[in-house]
């Protein structure tokens, strides 16, 4: 507590994490209130989007989007330490590395619960609002994709933590952590039979949030072999720990 306590004082006064949290927010309200005025074959889009208890894999799959923009604040927040010389310092007053590497990790997870929770929340008002079944088993019975979706953002943010550990330099970072997640990884895929990649990083963590309507889109074209969930959950954890465990190795190795 002490340590994320720590990181709260530098954070909270900190304009930049304000204005990307923000536009993570609004950019995701304003999907959303955009899709319920949209019309398909004459129906709203927010009737049918935004029933219980479906709406909950429908939304999941949207907020796994926006993890990008969670990751780069990881990486602006941790290259500005570097930039500003913070780390070092804190290193200089007695703080282990690996204690360096656990407070950011905290912060990963304090913005994994509140983007969580933020889903939550949105999925709470547009369920109530639009949705035809407001029955409590209606609302909870697949509320399970949220801590998948939790663990979904942690492991995004762990990873774009490795990248800023790595290189240093908040654009080149973020560029770097773009290129992977969105290009070489997908490349990758490309050259690798589906039973051997879906336990890639990237393909592993987006079995947490799948497609809605994925069987519809394999029986169109080619079915693509992929983990469900519950199975993607241990593969993601691990790769978590994996992230954690090279950051410390980068920082231990590398000169402050």
Known sequence: MNLLRTEFRKIFPYRTFWVILAIYAVLMVLLLYGSTSMQINGKMLGDETFQFPGLWMRLTYVA???NLLLGILI????TD???YRTIRQQVIDGLSRAEVVLSKFYVVLALAVFSTVFVLALGLYFGLIYSSDKSVNGIFSQIDYLPYYFVQAVAYMALAMLFAFIIRK?????????AYTKIVEPLIHFQLPDHIDK?????????????????IVGQLTSPIEQLSPAMASLPSLLYVGLFLLLTYAVLKLRDL
């Open 170 to 178: 908040s654009g080149l970072a973020i560029i770097a952590f773009i």
């Open 81 to 83: 330490e570097y930039s």
């Open 64 to 66: 796994h989007f926006f």
């Open 199 to 215: 336990y890639f990083p990237m393909k592993a963590l987006d079995s947490l949030t799948p497609m809605p309507g994925q069987e």
């Open 75 to 78: 990486i602006v927040l941790v």
